[in-house]
């Protein structure tokens, strides 16, 4: 995963305009044509040493940010079933502070929920200053899973259904994230980005694990079958809403230590760009700092 900020961005980042299609983006890839020279084992040694660096990376980028309390991070994860956001999540944070993260899954809405915008139980959930907060499914999950079943889409207080509907709701989506970048929070988005037939492998190995079979769900291959109504609703949501100031990136998700190394390099790179440092101690600060510690070596 030797790639420069640069080709990391060329290869996965979403333009702010025209047309999106993911079948441009491979969720097979597997990196530079020498990685394809790699035999499983080495290629597993080189995986975990990447990453590895970055979760080391991350950690000290993170310390920095808790440290400055100037800037927040809002991290959000869609896919499809079984793409790995959990692993994602599990690997990539493995070496933060956890008093300086904190994650939100979201589910199906309660009724409280739906008796606000849809915006609403999001909001509430935001990462306050110094702090990283990842988002398991998201508000987009509003432009995503009632697109394909419009049935579910209920207190609205609108009839139509229309191209205009769901042009509103982007537009709200881009006006919300841009409201937090100018107000301090860094905002990455991530689809990872899985095959179909990846997702029958994984969904199988649920199946025949025994340790892993509360993963699965019937609905999980339920909603299989809309597959390509979710692609197209992908398509759009990430089309739509890919901005200059919270772009898209299209992470590679049928191989799981490309997912977490991309993630865990664009996470940690975005943080340092932000300019975040321990906060400077004033001349005043030292010298009460120095008569502290000649009273503390006095009690010796």
């Not at 990376?57 to 994860?77: C, F, G, K, W």
């Not at 990539?92 to 199906?108: D, E, M, R, T, W």
């Not at 702090?131 to 207190?155: A, M």
């Amino acid at each position: 995963m030797a790639l420069t900020f640069k080709e990391i961005r060329r290869l996965f980042q979403v333009p702010t305009k025209g047309r999106v299609r993911l079948d441009d983006y491979d969720p097979e890839w597997a990196g530079k044509k020498e990685f394809k020279e790699l035999s499983k084992d080495e290629l597993k040694t080189h995986a975990k040493g990447v990453l590895q660096r970055n979760i080391a990376d991350l950690a000290d980028a993170q310390e920095r940010l808790y440290a400055s309390d100037t800037h927040s991070v809002l991290i959000v994860l869609q896919a499809s079933d079984a793409a790995g956001k959990d692993g994602t999540i599990k690997h990539v944070l493995s070496g933060i502070n956890p008093q300086g993260c904190q994650i939100y899954a979201f589910k199906k809405p309660s009724s409280e929920d739906l008796d606000h915008t849809f915006l609403w139980r999001y909001m509430k959930c935001l990462p306050e200053r110094g702090r990283i907060g990842i988002f398991n499914r998201s508000y987009y999950e509003d432009v995503l899973v009632v697109r394909v079943h419009p049935e579910w889409l209920t207190n609205v207080g609108r009839t139509d259904r229309g191209k205009d509907f769901w042009q509103d709701r982007y537009d709200d989506i881009n006006a919300f994230e841009q409201h937090l970048t100018r107000n301090g929070t860094l905002v990455l988005k991530f689809f990872l980005n899985v095959s179909k037939n990846e997702q029958r492998k994984r969904f199988l190995e649920r199946l025949e694990r025994p340790e892993k079979n509360w993963k699965f769900s019937s609905t999980d291959l339920e909603e299989r079958k809309h597959w390509s109504a979710y692609r197209e609703a992908f398509e759009q949501m990430v089309q739509n809403t890919s901005t200059t100031w919270a772009p898209w990136w299209v992470i590679p998700a049928d191989q799981k230590w490309v997912t977490r190394a991309l993630v865990a390099s664009i996470v940690t790179r975005s943080i340092n760009k932000l300019g975040v440092a321990f906060p400077e101690v004033s001349e005043q600060d030292r010298k009460r700092l120095a008569i502290a510690r000649k009273e503390l070596l006095a009690e010796e």
